[in-house]
């Protein structure tokens, strides 16, 4: 059978008490019990396959010293599908062995081949550096495997292009480096038999359809040196894997789906923190919600942070010695339930608190490095992590995982939980519910995770305005010709044609040719621009970096910036050279950066005619800019000021979902006149909070807005709209389930048992408004209006 090719657990690890006993304690320690679910997720056994008999000799026996002793049923399956030349995708559970239906037919054919090469693609870079100590652990001759990524040296690249035959990089560096380079990297695409797509569920939205992109440049490069390599892929669990892997790589895939692995059995609970004494409840502190463009608003706390409970329960597992993994959804909060961990250890045990650090993106290569061995060795019992560690990396032993907000989808919920087991144990999952709409009504309907499919990725390689800079950089690397249209797809005669009218290719007998010096700049993940560096003013040492989009809300002059636990203010922000200059300062109160907006349609694609109330969607443009920010006492989040900000506006054409109803319509209701903006703003929020329930997305992918008369549609209408350039499929889904989703909106308002609207149904962390006005009881008003007219 197959056992993990990552190091074991260190030696005289205590695994610490049963998930159940583990679980009975954490419940024991506060006042009532916070779980309101607890799902048995059984065993299994594993079903065993012969190795295939084109798998050499010395093949099988690398995989032996790993423990390997024979593939399952499922591995074999993918392995032998992609030997024989087929594209597959296997899509199973975490923990399934996925690496070695890949590493099978990429590693037979190089042993066979002495000139064959491989190609493999991961989203991040932690699971790229995991994957070659596992393809270089075999020991196999002549492989030579290396990674290719933005921290490689540049004394290394020249060697890896000429002599490595099993190159590991990620679809940035591809992009970047790759093929702009092809030339130089002729020799390796000319015998490139294997592409592999890791993890590829997380393909998805913009940063799908670019990746999409970039994979058929790839294709067109290879066809033009003479290869057709195999793709495999590589994904979680997911609906629909097939087409959603066809739609990546623009190629007829079949999945393999039946896991075949042994698993351990998983406790999974679903914890919602308790509420706070009515004479304690007051605005949020910066532990409340601090997402990536951390709270813009005066949420008054209802219940106990979900990063305060996380920590608590961290910090429980840890000084019970159980290794556990904390998923927090963003930068800051990784770090505040780090943070917070380490003291309550420190004050039970001194010492105790430097077995947890915080893992995430924006470290520094050896930082990062420095963490997984820490953790994979057992130096540290406990890590907070972003979703930076959710993906493939293999870390054995894990006991417990405690999961700190519903990560956006099904399958990352799944995946996250099934970090912890790693060996086949049992382990132990928990949830632990933000103070929000969809987490609320999550841990209350607990069918609608254990009963539900998983959702299927969503992608449009079709977006224009993904697919018109996509076949601008291919025509950097080679004119563009009319047999390409078909590889790009739908579009891209018409995506041309709009640059060529643009001045930015020039039409020839023989193809379009790309008309300007310098390349297009293209961003993949569609973050809003180059990454911004955050700066020690006083030395000049680099301290990390935050994406362009989120440079706005976390590194405006005079926010705080948290690194390792160490609190900075910065001093200023200079977008032009993408660079904040920060001072070491531990001030007593925190930042929260608020924004305005606008939106005006453009077109309308669809629309449903339900008498008083119209559903749309259609084109629309956003404007938006964050014009000032709050400090608050950390010890009682009251407002010491508001500080005015200058910073330019930003402009966004994407796609939209809204719905409109009539004045008589909200009348008859017994909505008043005055209450319809507080009834709408409510029903926004609380709409925008449960999408992620229909589409694979978090609330941080969508915005909204809700207006009592709308100047386009001269009615109350409420917008719900992607937050990327062209939309990422998000606004189509919620449409083709507006039913759905709305009565979903409806029944998590109503269940909520608060008066007047709280973080779990109605109030907003991201509202730009101050969660003001806003009338929890209108809002079920106005979604039954569309409910009881709009057609299922």
């Not at 006991?399 to 700190?404: E, G, N, P, T, Y």
Request: overall charge negative; proline content about 7%.
């Amino acid at each position: 059978m197959e056992s993990s090719a990552a190091p074991t657990v260190s030696a005289g690890h205590d695994p610490g008490p049963a998930p159940v006993d583990l679980l009975r304690r954490l419940r024991a320690r506060g006042a009532g019990d916070p779980v309101t679910h607890v799902e048995r997720v059984p065993a299994r056994v594993g079903v065993p396959a012969p190795w295939p008999a084109w798998a050499p000799p010395e093949l099988r026996a690398a995989f032996a010293r790993r423990g390997v002793v024979a593939p399952w049923q499922h591995q074999a399956e993918a392995a032998t599908l992609a030997y024989d030349g087929g594209h597959v995708i296997v899509a199973t559970g975490t923990a399934s062995g996925k690496s070695l239906a890949y590493q099978l037919p990429a590693l037979a054919t190089l042993l066979a081949d002495p000139r064959a090469t491989v190609l493999y693609l991961a989203p991040t870079k932690a699971l790229a550096a995991d994957q070659l100590r596992a393809v270089a652990g075999l020991e196999l001759e002549g492989v030579r495997p290396a990674c290719y990524d933005g921290d490689t040296p540049r004394a290394e690249r020249e060697w890896i292009r000429r002599h490595s035959r099993f190159v590991l990089t990620n679809p940035d560096m591809l992009h970047h480096g790759i093929l702009p380079g092809h030339a130089q990297w002729s020799g390796f695409l000319r015998r490139l038999a294997y592409v592999v797509i890791d993890e590829c569920h997380t393909y998805r939205g913009v940063f799908g359809s670019h990746v999409a992109h970039v994979l058929r440049r790839l294709r067109r490069q290879c066809a033009r040196f003479g290869a057709t390599p195999v793709f495999v892929l590589a994904s979680a669990t997911s609906g629909d894997p097939a087409t959603a892997a066809g739609r990546l790589t623009g190629l007829p895939v079949t999945a393999v789906t039946e896991d075949a692995s042994p698993r351990g059995g998983v406790t999974f609970a679903l914890w919602e923190p308790p509420l706070l004494p009515p004479d304690s409840t007051a605005p949020a502190v910066p532990a409340q919600a601090a997402g990536d463009h951390d709270a813009t608003t005066d949420l008054v706390q209802v219940r106990r942070s979900a990063l305060r409970e996380t920590a608590d329960l961290l910090a429980d597992t840890v000084a019970e010695g159980v290794r556990t993994l904390a998923f927090v959804r963003s930068r800051k909060g990784a770090e505040v339930v780090a943070a917070n961990a380490r003291r309550a250890l420190d004050d039970a045990v001194p010492g105790l608190g430097g077995r947890v650090a915080a893992y995430r993106g924006g470290y520094l290569r050896e930082e990062r490095r420095e963490l997984e061995r820490a953790l994979l060795h057992g130096d540290l019992l406990g890590l907070a992590s972003t979703n930076a560690l959710e993906l493939g990396v293999d870390l054995v032993g894990l006991d417990a995982v405690l999961i700190c907000g519903y990560p956006g989808t099904r399958a990352s919920l799944w995946q996250q939980a099934g970090r912890a087991g790693r060996s086949g144990q049992e382990a132990l999952a928990v949830l632990v519910a933000r103070d929000d709409p969809l987490d609320t009504y999550l841990v209350h309907h607990p069918e609608a995770i254990f009963g539900a499919p998983v959702e299927a990725t969503v992608l449009d390689p079709a977006n224009p305005y993904v697919l018109a800079p996509q076949l601008a950089c291919a025509a950097v690397e080679a004119p563009l010709t009319p047999a390409d249209l078909a590889l790009f797809g739908d579009g891209a005669k018409e995506a041309i044609d709009q640059l060529v009218e643009a001045g930015a290719l020039r039409q020839r007998p023989t193809g379009w040719y790309w008309r300007h010096r310098e390349r297009p700049e293209v961003d993949l993940r569609g973050e809003g621009g180059a990454p911004v560096c955050v700066v020690e003013s006083a030395t000049g040492r680099l301290l990390g970096t935050v994406d362009g989009g989120s440079s706005h809300f976390l590194l405006h002059t005079g926010a705080v910036y948290l690194h390792q636990g160490i609190s900075y203010v910065v001093d200023d922000l200079d977008l032009a050279d993408g660079c904040a200059l920060v001072h070491v300062e531990e001030p007593d109160w925190s930042t929260h950066a608020r924004d305005v907006t606008d939106l005006s349609v453009v077109s309308v694609r669809s629309y449903v005619d339900a008498g008083p109330v119209g559903m749309f969607l259609g084109e629309v443009d956003v404007t938006s800019q964050v014009v000032s920010y709050q400090r608050r006492r950390i010890a009682t989040g009251e407002v010491i000021d508001t500080r005015p900000l200058d910073l330019p506006t930003r402009e966004l054409r994407t796609v939209a979902v809204w719905f409109t109803l009539s004045p008589r319509s909200l009348a008859s209701a017994g909505v008043q006149q005055a209450d319809v903006p507080g009834a709408l703003h409510a029903a926004e929020h609380a709409a925008i909070g449960l999408l992620p329930l229909m589409a694979t997305c978090d609330r941080w992918d969508i915005g909204g807005l809700s207006t009592a008369l709308h100047p386009d549609t001269e009615a109350p209408t409420v917008f719900v709209y992607d937050g990327h350039p062209g939309g990422a499929g998000f606004a189509e889904r919620a449409y083709g389930t507006a039913s759905a989703w709305l009565r979903a909106t409806r029944d998590a308002i109503a269940e909520c048992g608060c008066e007047t609207g709280c973080p779990s149904c109605v109030q907003s962390p991201k509202c730009g408004n101050g969660n003001n006005p806003l009338s929890k009881p209108d809002a079920i008003r106005v979604l039954d209006v569309v409910l009881e007219n709009l057609p299922a």
